[in-house]
């Protein structure tokens, strides 16, 4: 997994985003294709930069409570 | 189909409808069943008693009058009105507002004999109930009047044989007869003719209450006894007994001591119960007086004094026997009243449930024809022609349906001129329409709440479906607290046809229950933002292997530090859960997130107001106002986002190198521009220096070329001698009324033609008041200069302020996170214990202190927290998204609608 899953990831919500818009319902349409379509970009930005903060994470996490004969299990 | 008007407002045209005076009732009716009509007041200079159709109105308020009477005397009575079909106080008589013709055409208006046997029927039931109420009143007023007496009798003769049979209480026909206890025995028999049931009643005198206030000394001899008088050390005295307001006794007590010079006794004995005032209808604490002086002036006088202080004097016979008779006979009074009342009552019950039946019904119908006769009245009546005038705002599409169902009223009513409906063309504002259901009705209300949109401006609530439950999400992020309030939503949203028919809700509920949509949506995302911060009631979601490896072979309480393997898919890697330096990596993670989330959402607002602008082709605003704006945000905080993205991609410990500080770096590129400590890419001092340059030129640009513009175009038609006729609907004059005006340049399209032809009554245009132009506002440049400055400084200012308010999704969100965790390590935690050391009553821990974190968890957590992210989310839109693009200048359409007539305010 590498940064390009993100492009990945975006490309497959423009796909469904843009099917989505051709296939709304035609009661409420206009309520349907805006809430479908911001839903899945305020969804896919904000999963993409979690995944992206943690691509190449600048700290890495430190305990000292660890037990040896779990560590293996963690 | 018809518009669905939410993204912009619906397109509204005035009609103007001519209608004959005699369906003018029927055509009115109609279109309030269609409920898409907002009249306007063409009788605005009439006094309202002066206009044309007062007088039905006025049957109609007294008819109304009639029913409230009704009404209060059912509720006096306790007589419910029945409510299988809840449907506010008109029972089940809102009908949806329909556009659909055919519908329209089966709802047919009640004629107006029918309204006049309502009228008929209401106020003869109203005169019946109201004889009956009254006899009832006058019987009960009766009934307290001998009950009080009674007491008195009870209380006085109580007092005088405790007190007095030493001192010489005698019988009057006993004469001198020996004055010992088989006297008083006879009077305690005599006791039984007060009846048990006054007792229960709580009518008798409180034996605690008695008090000796005076006791004056008793010197001469006064003249002879009356009937009530006793003798008192061989004396005979004058007796004044009754009752009196507790309160009042003492002024008659001062005001008695006065006239009398002291020559009396007084005594009082609290009633028990208190009494209420018929006429005033309040409660009041009575009590028993006797007052005994000497000499049948003295008695006379103290008579008047009690009387003129709303006393009751009650003639209390000195003699035992009389005393008997007189006992007797109000008890056999009251015995007659009290079978008087309950005839009464049943007859009046019997009454008023045949009333309660229809109560519903008449209300509604009486509402109905009011709310017709008033829109009558705002219309122009034209008495030689016999007809009348309406305007009104209508959306477009309706246009249509309306002319149909009218010319299908006049051809039921066989009225051959049938009503015209036109559209006319105006330059008045018409109010913005929003068409909701019962999905985006709370998601409007949101944005109503700050302020109505301008006509045909871009809705805000629209995104607002979406964006606002999401902001309130980033802050609230938690599964198991966002669980809890989709479930609590979902509850709301399951039962909302049963809980719409509950008639009293709470306040609280009922804002929570208008707004169900709005919770459940931000109860989904909340449990999605959880899952992406991994917490689920603030533990760790596990549903990935983690990312991040510890080494194997250390000692124990040796820090180690784990090494990655790989990037976690979706969320945060549940690793940093337990990690001592956790909160310095979800700070920087969240941190930046919020910077995010926040630009895109403010860039995603500027967005619309360009779509706006071009909708209103306002060229002078999109490069006077919108391109500068854009230019100067993205210049500077569009370029940190896209840094802090970059720095996000680059594998800086990988590269050895330093990374750089982003905060310092956007600093220095304003204090040292050029010039950078830690590079983060090649070309980075010039590109900032640039991106400094472009956004420092908009700041003049922004400031200087729409007043410059204005001017100019302003000018030019000076010159070529229009500066009369700018007073239309021209660009430059509409545009100098300010930036904010541009909703008037709407285009106007002339629509004013006849589209029925087969009328006689031609519209004549002359006696509208929405022809009348408004009046011209003179350009003045110094207006639209100060305006512009005060624009480019908000803006400008603006951008750094509300980017930083993003900060608060962040500082949220940790602040929810740590007190959830707080919370469990406080309470929940500490149950697990191992069975060794607690034993059973571990058991018993586990399952008080999980109510105890529950509880709070909800209390605090999701309603305390989650109402403040709400806030937060609110201000978020009002204020920084909401600020980049919405004028808010309209008003709202209320259509005139019998739906909305028969819903709204009916319990106040």
């Known amino acids: 997994m590498s940064g390009w899953t993100v492009i990945i990831v975006l490309i497959a919500n423009l796909v469904a985003g843009s099917l989505f818009w051709r296939f709304a319902p035609k009661q409420d349409r206009t309520v349907w294709r805006s809430t479908v379509s911001l839903m899945l970009a305020m969804m896919y930005l904000m999963w993409a930069f979690t995944y992206l903060c943690q691509l190449h994470p600048l700290i890495e996490p430190r305990r000292s409570d660890l037990r040896p004969e779990f560590a293996e299990k963690i | ?908």
């Not at chain 2, 006393?311 to 056999?332: C, I, L, T």
């Not at chain 2, 991609?649 to 304003?670: E, H, Q, T, Y």
């Open chain 2, 1 to 908: 189909m018809t518009e669905e008007a939410i993204f912009r407002s619906a397109n509204m045209v005035l009609v103007q409808v001519y209608m004959a005076s005699e369906i003018a009732r029927d055509c009115v009716w109609v279109l309030g069943e269609m409920g898409s009509i907002e009249f306007l007041d063409l009788n605005e200079g009439v006094n309202s008693f002066q206009r044309a159709f007062v007088e039905e109105t006025r049957r109609l308020d007294n008819t109304e009058r009639q029913l409230r009477y009704l009404e209060g005397v059912m509720r006096e009575q306790g007589v419910e009105e029945p409510r299988e079909a809840y449907g506010g106080a008109y029972g089940g008589a809102a009908r949806q507002p329909s556009r659909d013709l055919e519908e329209l055409m089966q709802r047919t208006p009640q004629t107006t004999s029918e309204m006049d046997a309502v009228v008929k029927a209401v106020a003869e039931y109203e005169q019946g109930v109201r004889e009956m109420a009254e006899t009832y009143r006058g019987l009960e007023k009766r009934q307290q009047g001998l009950q009080e007496e009674r007491s008195v009798l009870e209380g006085t003769r109580k007092y005088f044989e405790t007190r007095m049979s030493y001192d010489g209480y005698r019988d009057g026909d006993d004469g001198s007869s020996d004055r010992n206890s088989s006297d008083r025995f006879t009077i305690s028999s005599n006791d039984s003719l007060l009846t048990q049931e006054e007792r229960a009643e709580g009518f008798g005198p409180d034996d605690v209450g008695l008090h000796d206030l005076e006791a004056a000394p008793s010197t001469g001899a006064g003249p002879m006894p009356r009937e009530s008088s006793v003798n008192i050390l061989g004396t005979a005295m004058g007796v004044v007994c009754g009752t009196i307001e507790t309160d009042k006794f003492a002024i008659l007590e001062r005001i008695l001591w006065r006239t009398l010079r002291g020559n009396l006794y007084m005594a009082r004995v609290e009633i028990g119960a208190p009494v209420v005032d018929f006429d005033t209808g309040e409660e009041q604490r009575r009590c028993i007086f006797a007052v005994f002086t000497h000499g049948g002036g003295l008695v006379a006088r103290s008579r008047a004094v009690a009387e003129s202080l709303g006393g009751r004097v009650v003639e209390v016979p000195g003699s035992h026997r009389a005393y008997a008779v007189a006992v007797h006979g109000v008890n056999g009074k009251l015995a007659d009243v009290q079978r008087v009342l309950a005839g009464t009552a049943e007859r009046l019950a019997v009454e008023l449930k045949e009333v309660a039946g229809q109560l519903a019904g008449w209300r509604a119908a009486v509402a109905r024809d009011k709310a017709v006769y008033a829109a009558m009245n705002r219309f122009d009546y034209d008495p030689a022609r016999r007809c009348l005038v309406a305007e009104g705002w209508m959306p477009r599409g309706d246009v249509g349906t309306a002319r149909a169902a009218m010319v299908d009223v006049a051809d039921r009513r066989g009225v051959d001129i049938a009503p015209v409906v036109s559209v006319v063309d105006s330059h008045l504002t018409p109010p913005t329409f929003f068409r909701t259901n019962k999905f985006t009705a709370a998601f409007q209300a949101i944005v109503d709440a700050y302020g109505i949109a301008s006509y045909r401006e871009i809705n805000p609530g629209l995104p607002a479906i979406v964006t606002f439950p999401f902001m309130f999400a980033i802050m609230f992020g938690d599964m198991g607290h966002g669980l809890i309030l989709t479930l609590a939503a979902a509850c709301l949203c399951l039962a909302e046809s049963a809980i719409a028919r509950q008639p009293h809700r709470g306040e609280i509920f009922d804002m929570a229950y208008s707004g169900r949509y709005v919770l459940l949506l931000m109860g989904l995302f909340s449990i999605f933002t959880g899952f992406l911060y991994s917490d689920l009631f603030s533990r760790p979601v596990t549903l990935f292997a983690s990312r991040w490896a510890y080494p194997a072979g250390f000692k124990e309480g040796q820090t180690v530090s784990a090494t990655q393997t790989g990037v976690y898919p979706i969320g945060l890697d549940w690793a940093w859960h337990s990690a001592e330096n956790t909160l310095l990596f979800a700070n920087s993670y969240k941190m930046k997130l919020s910077i995010l989330m926040g630009f895109i959402h403010m860039s995603y607002s500027l967005q619309l107001s360009l779509a706006n602008f071009r909708f209103f082709k306002s060229r002078v605003d999109i490069i006077g106002n919108y391109i500068p704006g854009f230019l100067f945000m993205h210049c500077i905080f569009g370029y940190l986002c896209l840094t802090i993205v970059y720095k996000w991609c680059v594998d800086w410990i990988g590269l050895k190198r330093v990374a750089p500080s982003l905060l310092n770096m956007l600093i220095n590129m304003f204090l040292a521009p050029g010039t950078v400590d830690h590079q983060l890419y090649p070309g980075q001092g010039p590109v900032q220096l640039v991106l400094l340059a472009v956004a420092l030129v908009c700041v003049p640009w922004l400031l200087l070329y729409k007043p410059l513009a204005l001017r100019r175009a302003h000018n030019h038609s000076v010159a070529l001698g229009y500066s009369e006729v700018l007073s239309g609907p021209s660009e430059a004059s509409s545009l100098a009324s300010s930036h904010s005006h541009y909703s008037s340049l709407r285009p106007s399209e002339s629509e004013s033609h006849v589209l029925s032809p087969s009328n006689s009554l031609s519209p004549s245009n002359s006696h509208s008041s929405s022809f009348s132009h408004p009046p011209p506002l003179p350009f003045n440049f110094a207006d639209i200069m100060v305006n512009q400055v005060i624009y480019t400084i908000e803006f400008c200012l603006n951008c750094v302020s509300h980017t930083a308010s993003y900060l608060r999704l962040w500082a949220l969100s940790l602040a929810h996170n740590q007190l959830s965790s707080v919370l469990w390590n406080m309470t929940l935690r500490n149950s697990f214990v191992a069975y060794s050391e607690r034993g059973f009553w571990g058991c018993i821990i586990v399952v008080l202190l999980f109510a105890l974190w529950f509880v709070l968890t909800v209390a605090v957590l999701v309603c305390m927290e989650g109402t403040s992210a709400m806030l937060h989310s609110l201000r978020l839109h009002w204020v920084e998204a909401m600020s980049k693009h919405f004028q808010g200048e309209g008003y709202k359409y209320t259509p005139f609608s019998f739906y909305r007539l028969l819903t709204s305010d009916d319990d106040s």
